[in-house]
């Protein structure tokens, strides 16, 4: 059971950081093609072909490690839910519809607060270029 807290807490940390490294390559597009037109939602950094080259791997692996760690928790969760369901057709199908619960919350509250740490990186920007 720790361990799969761990797995959860590291899951969770790093599907932040693969969504806010997705909306800071947005926002840096947004800002080469339309100009500085709304600093809350896509920052001031223009990142340049390297730059973006190399969050984007970062992005990629990070994704990548989520993604996996993600369906080692889903496995642990069902073979539980099948223990204390049932072994039959309908406890298996079961088992999985109850594992996707936790999933699918973990995956909308890390894109909630990939939101909020993507604003906190605006704001953080702005101030320093006022300073």
Do not use: W
């Amino acid at each position: 059971m720790v361990l799969a807290t761990f797995l959860i807490i590291f899951a969770f940390f790093s599907f932040v950081r693969a969504f806010t490294i997705s909306k800071q390559i947005k926002g840096s597009e947004i800002i080469k093609f339309d100009g500085f037109h709304d600093y809350n939602s896509h920052g001031v950094t223009v990142y340049g072909l390297d730059s973006m080259h190399s969050l984007g791997k970062e992005k990629n692996t990070v994704m990548f490690i989520a993604c996996f760690i993600i369906l080692i928790e889903f496995t642990m969760n069902v073979s539980y839910f099948i223990t204390e369901i049932g072994g039959d057709i309908q406890g298996m199908f079961l088992s999985f519809v109850t594992a996707l619960v936790p999933t699918a919350l973990l995956i909308a509250e890390t894109h909630l607060l990939s939101s909020t740490m993507c604003k906190i990186n605006n704001y953080n920007e702005l101030l320093s270029m006022l300073d």
